[in-house]
């Protein structure tokens, strides 16, 4: 059994994205009735109440968020970004960036979302814990250096990142994406960047448009060290077990790096109204139990999960519950009421238009094999 770190924080559930009815500004005017944010507390805190209810939380080794520190942050974005957002969190908020709104102080709750996450590494790098999962909001993994998009404010896992080489001594960082959105930030951030591996998998040309190709790659010193398994839409189990068999583990086992941050969405699952794959819990406690060896192989075990996406209030807690107990090899002995009926829906196994990206992926995986020799 592992030693799992949690992060929470009220603050966290206070981030306020409004009433922007999925995309739009309500305007009674044009018939857009308001509605509460699809990025909003709910799926974030009904994952925490699972574990509450359940009494699995006492499973868990908790480590209290810092503020992440302006210099941490201004490794990864811009001064002028930066000052943009602090003013607007002053004045009472507004939106970020592309899609990315927030309220008063929100900038000071992304901090602490950031930080949250600093402080995970700083407890698994100092052997508190063995690994862990920080279940924080806002999410990062859509934020570019110098813009907030798809409600991040602040590049999470790239922060976290960049404070393992700067701070702890670490040489080469891997992050894994499987929100079914692509992880542009990182993507982006490190693109000419070989000491952090990002990985994504993610529905194709899904969320930024045209964003996260198969040859999207790297450029200059960062070549080949960008992987993109860009699956299409429907794919389930199959797709994404074929993915990491091919892809994902030995794209790590070639770069060996020397800790592993997963930037985990629950939006591939099969109820979400953002995302069009079928994943259900068991298959996120599958990926998280298919890199562990793989960790524990390369790099003392040392694994965190940064929360993203995922806006299934249903079905959110249930994978999040699946990933801890992964994590922590310990059970709980609780049911998934949604499992059966999404795992026995048709198309689950890896189709042949599925197969047929993650062969082009593993293209991309022989570079990176070729780059790390
Ligand atoms: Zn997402």
Redesign the pocket.
């Known amino acids: 059994m592992r030693k799992t770190g949690f992060v929470w924080n009220e603050l966290y559930m206070w981030h306020d994205t409004g009433h922007y009815a999925g995309v739009l500004q309500p305007d009674p005017a044009a018939f857009i009735e308001p509605d509460e944010h699809s990025e909003n507390p709910k799926t974030k805190r009904r994952f925490k109440n699972l574990l509450d209810a359940t009494g699995f939380i006492r499973e868990l080794e908790t480590i209290d968020a810092r503020p992440a520190t302006g210099e941490e942050v201004l490794r990864i974005h811009g001064s002028a970004y930066i000052e943009r957002l602090k003013g607007l969190s002053r004045e009472g908020g507004g939106e970020a960036g592309r899609s990315t709104p927030f309220g008063k102080g929100g900038y000071d709750i992304a901090l602490l979302s950031a930080g949250g996450c600093l402080a995970m590494a700083e407890a698994i790098m100092s052997g508190k814990v063995d690994n862990g999962y920080v279940l924080n909001r806002p999410?990062g993994?859509h934020a570019t250096r110098d813009e907030a998009m798809?409600f991040c404010l602040l590049a999470n896992g790239s922060i976290t990142a960049s404070a393992l080489i700067k701070d702890h001594g670490l040489s080469r960082v891997a992050i894994v994406d499987w929100?079914?959105?692509h992880g542009n930030g990182a993507e982006g951030i490190f693109w000419e960047d070989p000491s952090v591996l990002t990985l994504s998998i993610h529905q194709d040309n899904c969320?930024p448009p045209n964003s996260g190709p198969v040859d999207a790659i790297g450029e200059g010193a960062g070549k080949g060290f960008n992987v993109n398994v860009p699956v299409p839409p429907g794919s389930g189990k199959g797709a994404y077990m074929a993915a990491f068999e091919r892809v994902i583990l030995p794209a790590l086992r070639a770069y060996r790096p020397e800790f592993i941050i997963v930037a985990s969405?629950f939006?591939g699952a099969g109820h979400d109204p953002?995302?069009r794959n079928m994943l259900y819990s068991a298959v996120y406690g599958d990926m998280t139990r298919m890199l562990m060896p793989v960790a524990d192989e390369l790099c003392g075990g040392r694994i965190m999960m940064t929360h993203?996406?995922?806006y299934s209030p249903s079905i959110v807690p249930y994978c999040g519950l699946r990933v801890l107990e992964a994590l922590s090899e310990k059970q709980s002995g609780v049911a998934d009421p949604f499992e059966f009926a999404l795992a026995h829906v048709g198309y689950q196994d890896l189709q042949v238009h599925q197969d047929a990206v993650i062969t082009k992926a593993e293209e991309v995986v022989k570079l990176l094999q070729d780059a790390c020799r």
């Open positions: 999410p993994h798809g929100d079914v959105h969320f969405g939006d953002l995302g993203e996406g995922g």
